[in-house]
């Protein structure tokens, strides 16, 4: 019997999870081998590597790839980010980058890139500047260098992005990202004035059947995923707040589509309703303000500010953190400044 979980498509954690529970005819065989039979695309090092990182359990307890399996054993494994069919060629590309060792480069990813190729972006993306970095750093090139993804933040969010260079790395850090140890803090720009000055939003996140570009959130558990996402405001402008999120879970959209379900989308999210002047007064004076901090800022208020991780090779706990990009801080000192002085003059 085999239940699979299978994370990339509806998830900004890049990991797969399988589940097995071991027929009650099965001859002893070693794990890595029964795992490489019944999992497609994986090689015997991607097992192996995922039993060293401690990503393998056999009835709830970590196993070594050496194990051989028993009649009616129930399996766990949690796969890093498989590899794509997709080719992907080193483009030179700025990129920002926070830090860089043997294992890990964290970037500040600018707003506007896609993380990796897919469908209608096979070029021009996150994935393809880092594979020229790392292929052409000077004075230590390697030519069959690669980035491996543990996880990724929407085209038009900005801010601290992970990526693994080895697939070591790679397993111990998707380990991380699917017990929800990783600490995430994203800062957003809502509309509205929000109630309280903490709470937390859950909803079970998954496609909307009407539209399959966003998301929608979903009563029942088979047709969305568990979702939480807690909450601070961090200043209020009267028609739009500034908020930080910490996320407990990392599904696709998941801050926009929070927000948006409970009546404060993102300012300037076009896909969840944000793009438009929600709230405010009718005045022409205010609708050109808000339409010039829109030129400002062509996309959703978001920006993922800060990581906080397990080193995947020293096991020291690492912390990253970043500036909010000028278009999101040059859009909050308008708001500062129109809130202080409503009237419309210095805005």
């Known amino acids: 019997m085999i239940e699979?979980?299978?994370?990339?498509?509806?998830?900004?954690?890049l990991f797969e999870h399988f589940r097995f529970i071991v027929d009650k005819r099965q001859a002893p065989v070693r794990i890595d081998k029964y795992l490489m039979?019944?999992?497609?695309?994986?090689?015997?090092?991607?097992?192996?590597?995922?039993?060293?990182?401690?990503?393998i359990f056999v009835n709830t307890k970590e196993i070594k790839s050496n194990y051989k399996v028993r009649p009616l054993d129930v399996?766990?494994?949690?796969?890093?980010?498989?590899?794509?069919?997709?080719?992907i060629y080193p483009e030179n590309i700025?990129?920002?980058?926070v830090f860089e060792d043997e294992d890990i480069l964290v970037i500040n990813k600018a707003a506007g890139m896609v993380v990796h190729p897919g469908h209608g972006n096979?070029?021009?993306?996150?994935?393809?500047a880092v594979l020229f970095h790392l292929q052409n750093k000077p004075g230590n090139p390697d030519p069959e260098a690669k980035p491996y993804l543990v996880h990724r933040i929407d085209k038009n969010t900005s801010g601290i992005l992970l990526i693994a260079k080895n697939e070591l790395a790679q397993s111990k850090l998707a380990k991380q990202f699917f017990n929800h140890t990783i600490n995430r803090t994203y800062v957003a720009l809502v509309w509205g004035n929000l109630n309280e000055d903490k709470g937390t939003i859950t909803g079970n996140i998954g496609r909307d059947i009407r539209n399959r570009i966003v998301m929608t959130?979903?009563?029942?558990?088979e047709k969305g995923r568990h979702?939480?996402?807690?909450?601070?405001?961090?200043?209020?402008f009267g028609y739009v707040t500034l908020v930080a999120c910490q996320l407990e879970t990392g599904r696709t959209h998941q801050i926009r589509v929070h927000f948006k379900h409970i009546g404060h989308p993102l300012f300037n999210d076009e896909n969840y309703g944000g793009n438009t002047i929600l709230k405010g007064t009718v005045f022409s004076k205010y609708k050109q303000f808000v339409e010039n901090c829109f030129s400002l800022l062509p996309r959703?208020?978001?920006?993922?500010?800060?990581?906080?991780?397990?080193?995947?090779?020293?096991?020291?706990?690492?912390?990253?953190?970043?500036?909010?990009?000028?278009?999101?801080?040059?859009v909050i000192e308008k708001w500062r400044n129109y809130h202080s002085n409503p009237s419309g003059e210095n805005v």
């Open 227 to 236: 979702a939480v996402t807690h909450y601070e405001v961090l200043e209020r």
């Open 4 to 13: 699979r979980q299978e994370i990339a498509e509806e998830s900004n954690e």
């Open 37 to 55: 039979s019944r999992i497609e695309n994986a090689s015997r090092n991607r097992i192996q590597n995922a039993a060293r990182a401690g990503n």
């Open 122 to 128: 096979f070029t021009g993306t996150l994935q393809n």
């Open 75 to 87: 399996i766990s494994i949690v796969l890093a980010y498989p590899p794509r069919d997709t080719e």
């Open 217 to 221: 959130i979903y009563e029942d558990e």
């Open 94 to 97: 700025p990129i920002s980058i």
């Open 300 to 330: 959703q208020a978001l920006h993922a500010k800060s990581l906080g991780f397990i080193h995947p090779s020293t096991g020291k706990n690492v912390f990253f953190d970043s500036k909010l990009p000028d278009d999101m801080s040059s």
